[in-house]
């Protein structure tokens, strides 16, 4: 077993290419990182955070 996962996507098939228009890229308000993730808010919304610098917002 690899230690992290990049030695485990060695393995993997080739990605799908992304077309244009398909994909909605998210920038942190904060700081303009593409590092967001989108979580589950508390009244059942979609919030987002920062996995760079911890903003998060929705």
Do not use: F
Not at 29 to 44: F, I, K, R
């Amino acid at each position: 077993m690899p230690a992290s996962i990049l030695g485990e996507a060695g393995g993997l098939p080739e990605v799908a290419e992304i077309r244009s228009g398909d994909a909605t890229l998210l920038n942190c308000p904060s700081c303009g990182s593409a590092h967001v993730a989108q979580v589950l808010g508390d009244n059942g919304g979609v919030s987002y955070v920062c996995t760079a610098c911890g903003h998060s917002w929705s």
